[in-house]
């Protein structure tokens, strides 16, 4: 989180800082830059990411899977490259069904054992980054309510109220999450407005339970 001034490839950089050893960061066309992913590389992390179509990769070895390695290097003013390389394993692939543009996705990956990690299974985990957009619709259409815009006139009050807004996101997602393992069944077919209601009826019960200054004036 940062100020308007601050852009939002400037909070990624801030961001990579939480990666580490065992995790996978997905991120999609506007990110990548060689200086990006050579901050996310160092973490230990593994990366896919998609890329522009102008990015110029070279197919310097074609794998079973349909992969390729390929190397990808820093670009200066000019497209004059300076510095060393660095080897990417590259998947590229187009949407079919209804729907689909029939635009060719590609994408650069650290992991480069096509058997542990196909093609196939990359592609389809990459479509899982949009769940964030549907988060973010959840978060400031569903929860804060259409058209309320923060109260707070404050960085720090602005701060504690984006805050707050994200807890109750992650406390109503946890409970679906709860739901669907008691249920045995897949969270992505559990409601987040359904469960909005539900907690918005049951609310009153709890926060009549117990009154605020009792709990402050509690030793």
Avoid at 62 to 72: A, M, T, V
Avoid at 119 to 138: F, K, M, N, P
Wanted: charged share 25%; hydrophobic share 35%.
């Amino acid at each position: 989180m940062g100020s308007h001034r601050i852009s939002e490839k400037e909070l990624a950089t801030v961001s990579l800082n939480s990666l580490e050893t065992g995790m996978l960061c997905l991120a999609d066309r506007y990110y990548p830059s060689f200086e990006l992913w050579t901050q996310a590389l160092a973490t230990g992390a593994d990366l896919l990411w998609r890329v522009p179509k102008q990015w110029n990769l070279p197919r310097l070895e074609i794998l079973p899977d349909g992969s390729y390695i390929s190397e990808i290097r820093p670009y200066k003013k000019k497209h004059k490259s300076k510095g060393g390389t660095l080897r990417v394993r590259v998947i590229e692939y187009k949407l079919s069904g209804a729907g689909s543009d029939n635009e060719t996705y590609r994408l650069i990956t650290s992991i480069m054992d096509y058997v542990t990690a196909p093609a196939t299974e990359l592609a389809a985990l990459y479509q899982e980054r949009w769940e964030i957009e549907i988060s973010l619709d959840e978060l400031k259409t569903h929860l804060r309510g259409n058209k309320i815009v923060l109260r707070s006139k404050t960085p720090d009050l602005i701060r504690q109220e984006f805050y707050g807004l994200m807890l109750t996101h992650f406390a109503i997602r946890s409970l679906m999450h709860e739901a669907s393992v008691r249920e045995d069944i897949d969270p992505d077919r559990l409601s987040f407005i359904h469960t909005v209601r539900v907690v918005r009826r049951k609310l009153p019960r709890f926060t009549a339970a117990f009154s605020p200054s009792e709990v402050a004036s509690s030793p």
